[in-house]
């Protein structure tokens, strides 16, 4: 999948597209990076109402493009390099949201695969 990454876009939008693609996982952009392995603060996290011009201080335009075999850690560390966007992905468990930064090597496919066994299960 290619998400557009222009200044006019809201975070809303780029997350409901990583959403439709991958159901049982969902991605939250926030003010500052987190470390490898820890999560971000609920505190920090932007708005998804706002567009990219608001959210970041990059404001280069591109596109990036996802793959299902790319794992977590790969695709929220090309959203910081590429565009200045701190992105954490979420999966679902059940009827709450997971961070995954555990298991942020699993492949985004792997992610979703777990997230949906887990939702089908309930």
Same mark, same amino acid.
């Given at each position: 999948? &290619?998400?557009? $990454?222009?200044?006019? %876009? *809201?975070?809303?939008?780029?997350?409901?597209?990583?959403?439709? %693609?991958?159901?049982?996982?969902?991605?939250?952009?926030?003010?500052?990076? /987190?470390?490898?392995?820890?999560? +971000?603060?609920?505190?920090?996290?932007?708005?998804?109402?706002?567009?990219?011009?608001?959210? %970041?201080?990059? /404001?280069?335009?591109?596109?990036?493009? $996802? !793959?299902? /075999?790319? @794992?977590?850690?790969?695709? #929220?560390?090309?959203? #910081?390099?590429?565009?200045?966007? !701190?992105?954490?992905?979420?999966? %679902? +468990?059940?009827?709450?949201?997971? &961070? *995954? +930064?555990? @298991?942020?090597?699993? *492949?985004?496919?792997?992610?979703? #695969?777990?997230?949906?066994? &887990?939702? +089908?299960? $309930?």
């Amino acid at each position: 999948m &290619v998400i557009l $990454i222009n200044n006019k %876009r *809201t975070l809303n939008e780029i997350q409901n597209e990583f959403h439709l %693609r991958f159901p049982n996982l969902k991605i939250i952009f926030f003010r500052k990076k /987190h470390m490898i392995g820890e999560t +971000s603060e609920k505190t920090d996290e932007i708005k998804p109402g706002l567009t990219l011009e608001e959210a %970041r201080a990059r /404001h280069n335009n591109g596109h990036v493009t $996802i !793959y299902p /075999h790319q @794992t977590v850690d790969s695709l #929220e560390e090309l959203f #910081e390099e590429k565009f200045g966007l !701190y992105a954490q992905v979420m999966r %679902r +468990s059940g009827k709450v949201w997971l &961070v *995954t +930064s555990k @298991t942020d090597e699993w *492949t985004l496919a792997k992610q979703n #695969e777990i997230g949906g066994e &887990v939702f +089908s299960e $309930i």
